[in-house]
Structure formats: structure tokens, C-alpha cells
Antibody
Framework: QVQLQESGPGLVKPSGTLSLTCAVSGGSIISTNWWNWVRQPPGKGLEWVGKIYHSGDTKYNPSLKSRVTMSVDKSKNQFSLKLSSVTAADTAVYYC????????????WGHGTLVTVSS | DIQMTQSPSSLSASVGDRVTITCRASQTISSSLNWYQQKPGRAPKFLIFAASSLQSGVPSRFSGSGSGTDFTLTISSLQSEDFADYYCQQSYSTPLTFGGGTKVEIK
């Protein structure tokens, strides 16, 4: 049973860079799945941030593309998110999620981590 | 981007009621539509994939239907544990997009 666990600072200053890591346990990150980040501002709906394949191939949400970088560390079985030039609008619970392939759906989610952008 | 529009945004219902939530895509997405349930303070839980296929372990009172642009999630007999937020999500093309959500509340 694959499990995901997000980690990273819960507070980031405006104009800074948000950095999160998602550790994958119970399975290998080298699979046919894509590894995603989804965020949810307090009291609002879900927004897809982007995804990465174990090869390093990435797809980002165009609304965030200029600020997002994702990477994968196969040796540590984890993947990461960096979001630069953050503002208060980036305050959200950030979830990592595995996307099962063909058909595509998010079948496994981390518990989520709240990141607050504030000085 | 494909816009996903859910309705209603909220509803009040009683235990035992039949509940229907609709999701409309701004362009055809074939059957590439998934449904999730989210309870307060929890991560979303995957319910239905490919518009109508129930995830293993999900109660049979949940069902999904539709194709093209119009989809529905039906709960045939609402149980107390079903009071939650529900989201549709299209997996047809990136950027992946979610509906705005439907809050199912106790009447």
C-alpha cells in the first residue's frame, strides 16, 4: 500500500520560495504513475499545481508555470515542489498525490501540509 | 483549459435521501471524469473513475454516469458518513481541473 507524506516549512515570507517534499513509501517512485501536487486555499476548492514522472518529465499548470519547479529523487524515493515569488494567494494546504495511469485518477493522497505566506 | 462546473454548490439533505450532483465540462472530455469526497481537515478520497467505475471499497450507494460534457454523481440513500464535500475532476487533458465542489450538509 503506497503512502505519501509531505514535509516542509509551514511559513514562508512573501516573495520567498515555497519548498515541499513528498516521501513515497510502500512502493517505488519508478512506476507508470505520475506524481502530483494539488493545493487548496483555506475554505476553497482544489487546484492542480503540476506533476512529474520518474524520468523527470513534468507538466505544470500554466497559471503557475513561470514560478513552479518540480524534481524527483529516485535514490530517496521522493519528489519535490518549489514555488517562487510567493504571495498571500499561495497560502494553502498542499497535497501530494499519485496519479494512476490509464485511466488517469488520483488514487493516493498525502495528508496535506498547510503553508502560510506571511511576513 | 477545460472548465468544470459543479451544481449545486451546496445542498441540504436527510439520511436516506437520494442525492444527485452534476458536473459539466466546457468541452467534451469523453469519460475522463473522476469524483472525490473530502471531509473537513482530511485529504480527498477517490470514489469513482472514468465517469462510472466505482473504486474498490466504495459503497455501492455511490454511482456515476455521463460522458461527453455532462456527468452526475448519485448517492442512492444518503448515510451520516456521506456528509462531506464532493469534487469532480477531468483527466482528459492538462491542466487537470476540478469542479468548484458541492457541500452536502445535514438538513
Amino acid at each position: 500500500q503506497v503512502q505519501l507524506q509531505e514535509s516542509g516549512p509551514g511559513l514562508v515570507k512573501p516573495s520567498g520560495t515555497l519548498s515541499l517534499t513528498c516521501a513515497v513509501s510502500g512502493g517505488s517512485i519508478i512506476s507508470t504513475n505520475w506524481w502530483n501536487w494539488v493545493r487548496q486555499p483555506p475554505g476553497k476548492g482544489l487546484e492542480w499545481v503540476g506533476k512529474i514522472y520518474h524520468s523527470g518529465d513534468t507538466k505544470y499548470n500554466p497559471s503557475l508555470k513561470s514560478r513552479v519547479t518540480m524534481s524527483v529523487d529516485k535514490s530517496k524515493n521522493q519528489f519535490s515542489l518549489k514555488l517562487s515569488s510567493v504571495t498571500a494567494a499561495d497560502t494553502a494546504v498542499y497535497y501530494c498525490a499519485r496519479e494512476f495511469a490509464r485511466p488517469f485518477y488520483f488514487d493516493t493522497w498525502g495528508h496535506g501540509t498547510l503553508v502560510t505566506v506571511s511576513s | 483549459d477545460i472548465q468544470m462546473t459543479q451544481s449545486p454548490s451546496s445542498l441540504s439533505a436527510s439520511v436516506g435521501d437520494r442525492v444527485t450532483i452534476t458536473c459539466r465540462a466546457s468541452q467534451t472530455i469523453s469519460s475522463s471524469l473522476n469524483w472525490y469526497q473530502q471531509k473537513p481537515g482530511r485529504a480527498p478520497k477517490f470514489l469513482i473513475f472514468a465517469a462510472s467505475s466505482l473504486q474498490s471499497g466504495v459503497p455501492s450507494r455511490f454511482s456515476g454516469s455521463g460522458s461527453g460534457t455532462d456527468f452526475t454523481l448519485t448517492i442512492s440513500s444518503l448515510q451520516s458518513e456521506d456528509f462531506a464535500d464532493y469534487y469532480c475532476q477531468q483527466s482528459y487533458s492538462t491542466p487537470l481541473t476540478f469542479g468548484g465542489g458541492t457541500k452536502v450538509e445535514i438538513k
